[in-house]
């Protein structure tokens, strides 16, 4: 350890006390809402409830659970997210396979059109919207998963792990007289196997975080998906009848609110659930996510 | 091996066509259904946003629509929802560009200057975890946070000695609100790359200055930002270029029919114009002005930072 002077010693302990500060303020919401959903109706009303719940009760999540559409958007939710996985991580890994090719005419005109495409955006809601109308996808789940089934992004990040795999290996493969596809799947999927595993992951969060493009093509109640169903359970009541000034209904309101807050906070913690089980093996692969980035065009 | 891959190469062009298309045939197969569904879903409906210039009629389609010019832009520029909206989607775009771009470099120098591994560690992991979270989620957090009866609203509004108010239904703390909700979703996972280009800078600069006796702060000043200086510029452009797009979840999470004067912003309206009020043609009018300034502002910055001696975005 180099030695430091005393302005460095002192730089590192209000940036270290700085650090913690931003820690706790990144939890801080989330320890909230779990206290909030382990409270009793009673403890959330008269505000007390801060880090540690009060009151303990599983009221809140026995009705979430319980609850019929909730269970059900959650069951939509999982089965969405598990095809929509397979099919983006498919189809853009064996699309980007054949682009690792150097040798490949027709190469750069795909790789400029895909790079046009990404600076240009899909335009806008309307033309996207006829369109699946018109191929009467609408309320269905292909229209989540076919627009995206080639993630561009994800291309350019297969591509070039694809190229950076010893030619040789593929070589042996020819000799022995694999095909293409054989070589592909026997060969280059193995070796690929911690950026599949990455892109899968995140992939999965992403398809797991659908809201906008379920709320316009997706309206069926009963295909519903956890998010659009949580963005209704939040906006309900958020504009409390207290504002009609009536003593009463106030009181009444209150008391349904506060049951809300619990009932909210469980659903908003279901909903998180998923996400914060594979987060640990996310972490593995901060340093793909920064290939991602750093992989410009 | 780099030698017997350039004669493969050379190999490969002196072989007639016909083996080539023999030998590469799989490989465009392969790339047949990604190209298929590329033209159809990210081509097709470019060419759909010339219901921009139709009067749509849903009946009759998009072929047999009417062509009226430049009729619903016109009516878009001499709305007055469309200055209301353009003003509360740049400003947001400004303080995000402002608190979460700026902060997140802020935030890894701070991140970089941790010594004990393992805390930087911790520091990384905690605050990059919100990135992954749902706006819907975020948007939970934040309403169930500011509502009146939250601990926090408790808290201050005892401190202050007011009556807890519902934070979400005063339209004087909508941008602050949610420019504090981008930051703590954002400002960790936005450090992922300045801290990349950091680590890539060599610690006998460093060295060499401690030596000459700078301090910390002119140590960030003169190794730490120029060692950062490309990816912030490109990183700048891709904002700059963003900034009409306000996203549409963080807004339609977070606004009510309380806000709407300062909640409103192009994708929200967007949404309201198009699949709510199915005005197809006046939407697809918004989107298209959307994009055509998007890009415009990609190619003029990108060309200012190729003046001043950047590499370009484009």
Redesign the interface.
């Known amino acids: 350890m180099?030695r430091m002077?005393k302005?460095?010693q002192a730089?590192?302990i209000v940036?270290?006390i700085?650090?913690a500060f931003?820690?706790i303020?990144?939890?801080y919401?989330?320890v909230?809402?779990i206290a909030?959903s382990l409270s009793s109706d009673s403890a959330?009303?008269s505000?007390?409830?801060?880090l540690i719940p009060k009151g303990i009760t599983l009221i809140s999540y026995k009705n979430v659970i319980m609850d019929k559409s909730f269970a059900n958007a959650f069951k939509n939710t999982v089965l969405y997210t598990i095809v929509c996985t397979f099919i983006q991580i498919a189809?853009?890994m064996?699309?980007a396979?054949?682009?690792s090719?150097?040798?490949?005419?027709g190469r750069r005109l795909?790789m400029t059109?895909?790079v046009f495409?990404m600076?240009?955006?899909?335009?806008?809601?309307?033309?996207?919207?006829?369109?699946i109308k018109n191929m009467h996808m609408v309320d269905t789940y292909w229209a989540l998963i076919?627009?995206g089934?080639?993630n561009i992004w994800n291309?350019i990040v297969f591509k070039s792990f694809f190229q950076q795999i010893?030619?040789?290996l593929e070589e042996a493969g020819k000799i022995d007289g694999a095909?293409?596809?054989t070589i592909?799947i026997k060969i280059v999927l193995p070796l690929s196997k911690p950026v599949i595993a990455a892109l899968t992951l995140f992939t999965a969060?992403a398809a797991?975080?659908t809201?906008?493009q379920a709320l316009?093509y997706v309206p069926s109640p009963d295909k519903k998906l956890l998010?659009v169903y949580?963005?209704d359970i939040?906006?309900a009541n958020?504009?409390?009848s207290a504002q009609q000034g009536d003593v009463l209904s106030n009181a009444m309101d209150?008391a349904e609110?506060?049951n809300g807050?619990a009932l909210?906070?469980a659903c908003?913690l279901c909903?998180?659930l998923p996400?914060m089980a594979i987060?640990p093996f996310?972490?593995k692969y901060?340093m793909a996510?920064?290939m991602i980035?750093?992989v410009?065009? | 091996m780099k030698k017997t891959r350039e004669e493969k190469l050379k190999t490969e062009k002196k072989k007639t066509s016909a083996l080539y298309w023999k030998n590469m045939r799989p490989y465009y197969l392969m790339l047949l259904p990604g190209l298929i569904l590329i033209i159809i879903f990210r081509f097709c409906p470019l060419y759909g946003m010339l219901v921009a210039f139709k009067d749509y009629d849903m009946f009759r389609g998009f072929s047999e629509s009417p062509w009226v010019g430049l009729k619903w832009f016109r009516i878009l520029f001499e709305s007055r929802d469309f200055y209301n909206i353009l003003r509360n989607t740049l400003v947001i775009s400004f303080l995000d560009l402002i608190f979460t771009f700026f902060g997140s470099i802020v935030f890894a120098i701070l991140i970089n200057e941790i010594q004990g591994r393992r805390y930087k560690k911790l520091v990384q992991t905690v605050s990059y975890l919100p990135h992954f979270l749902s706006w819907v989620v975020v948007g939970g957090l934040v309403i169930q946070l500011l509502s009146s009866d939250s601990f926090l609203v408790r808290s201050v509004a005892d401190m202050l000695n007011i009556a807890p108010k519902n934070i979400l239904l005063e339209q004087q703390y909508f941008f602050p609100v949610i420019v504090v909700a981008e930051m703590w979703k954002s400002i960790g996972w936005g450090t992922i790359l300045f801290l990349a280009a950091m680590s890539g800078i060599s610690p006998e600069l460093y060295e060499a200055a401690r030596v000459d006796g700078a301090g910390k702060f002119k140590q960030i000043w003169y190794i730490t930002l120029p060692g950062i200086k490309f990816i912030m510029v490109i990183q700048l452009l891709m904002r700059i270029g963003g900034i009409m797009n306000v996203g549409f979840e963080k807004v339609f999470v977070l606004q009510n029919s309380m806000i709407l004067d300062v909640a409103e912003v192009f994708s929200t309206y967007n949404y309201k114009v198009g699949i709510g009020q199915w005005n197809m043609s006046f939407s697809s009018a918004l989107s298209f002005f959307e994009s055509l300034t998007n890009f415009i502002l990609v190619f003029v910055f990108d060309r200012i930072a190729k003046l001043l001696g950047e590499e370009g975005l484009l």
């Open positions: 180099k002077t302005s460095e730089f590192n940036n270290n700085f650090m931003i820690v303020i990144m939890l919401p989330i909230n809402q909030i959330i009303l505000g007390k409830v801060n189809f853009t064996t699309f396979y054949p682009l090719k150097k040798n490949l005419k795909i059109l895909l495409s600076m240009f955006g899909t335009g806008g809601l309307i033309p996207n919207y006829l369109l076919l627009p089934a080639i291309v010893p030619e040789s095909g293409v596809w592909f969060i797991w975080s809201f906008f316009i998010q949580l963005n939040l906006q958020i504009i409390p209150n609110r506060a807050d909210k906070a908003l909903t998180m996400v987060y996310v972490q901060f996510g920064l980035g750093s410009k065009g």
